[in-house]
């Protein structure tokens, strides 16, 4: 980019993915003064989007993880102040975000996920879960999480009935909505995607059971990072054009992540993610170092696709 910018980072916020968001804004803001741009921050956790003075910025860098930050919410307030900012658009943002809205999205394009249904809290305590197990032709272990939590946030694998009731009452308690999705075993791959384009595809090996919160963002946790994925050339072509064509079909612009499951030789999408951690643990960069893009490269990237995005 030729020309330098006067780039806002918002980081931070009140999310759960507080911690990461820090992070990631920091890498973030190291990347873009290296790069010669002017960098001011903005943290939404004490203060007012309103409160942004567009006269003095060119763009925002959205550096925001979890609710609020990228599920549509910042996004509207960025296209009412009308100042260009990265990563997916409000709508876009907001289907990813919300796991009931981006399956029924995978389901429409015939793009292959596990089956699923929801509870909502007003009317789940009238709700037999084991009839609704069978009603939706799903078998134990089941997977219980909320629709619009990221990093895998209240992700709870249930092998067994009481244990499913046990971490539902839990979980429902602090979330109005839950989706219950069969457990897919097999590897986890995960792909990134640059300007509509796969730029690799790496295989996690968590020592943790499954790739949770914990895998993802403590060194101590071990996780095990395979560069190429453990897999033939023909299925890493195979999962890379499955996910250009999510990121598609969801109108997604810039970075974004897609996360499988590889089993019994299909792929089973699990999400899309629009604001990949860029802290020095995240999948992205590692993917991006690999192909021989670096981290302030792919900084630019993501600020060369800033725009308005409704």
Do not use: W
């Not at 030729?2 to 993915?17: M, P, Q, T």
């Not at 009935?161 to 429902?172: D, G, H, S």
């Amino acid at each position: 980019m030729k020309n330098k910018k006067k780039v806002l980072v918002v980081l931070g916020g009140n999310s759960r993915e507080r911690e990461v968001s820090l992070d990631t804004g920091k890498e973030c803001i190291h990347a873009l003064k290296k790069l010669g741009h002017k960098v001011t921050t903005f943290d939404p956790l004490n203060n007012f989007y309103n409160e942004i003075d567009k006269s003095k910025i060119d763009l925002i860098f959205n550096a925001l993880h979890g609710k609020d930050g990228e599920d549509g919410n910042a996004q509207s307030y960025f296209e009412y102040l009308r100042i260009p900012y990265t990563h997916s658009g409000v709508l876009s943002s907001m289907n990813c975000m919300d796991k009931i809205e981006s399956k029924k999205k995978f389901q429409e394009y015939k793009i292959l996920t596990t089956k699923f249904f929801l509870i909502k809290r007003k009317n789940h305590k009238k709700k037999n879960l084991n009839k609704l197990i069978k009603k939706n032709k799903l078998t134990y272990p089941v997977v219980v999480k909320p629709i619009n939590e990221g990093s895998s946030i209240g992700v709870k694998i249930c092998k067994n009935y009481k244990k499913l009731k046990q971490e539902t009452n839990i979980l429902i308690k602090n979330y109005a909505q839950l989706i219950i999705e069969k457990f897919v075993g097999g590897q986890e791959i995960q792909v990134a995607i640059m300007d509509g384009k796969a730029i690799g595809t790496i295989e996690l090996k968590p020592k943790r059971g499954f790739y949770d919160y914990k895998a993802k963002y403590f060194a101590s946790a071990k996780t095990e990072h395979i560069l190429p994925a453990n897999i033939s050339l023909k299925k890493i072509f195979l999962v890379e054009k499955i996910s250009e064509k999510v990121h598609k079909v969801l109108n997604c612009r810039g970075i974004t992540r897609c996360d499988f499951k590889f089993y019994k030789g299909k792929f089973y999408i699990l999400e899309i993610n629009t604001q990949p951690g860029m802290t020095r643990l995240s999948l992205v960069p590692e993917i991006a170092k690999f192909k021989g893009i670096t981290f302030s490269r792919l900084i630019e990237k993501i600020l060369l696709d800033a725009s308005l995005n409704k």
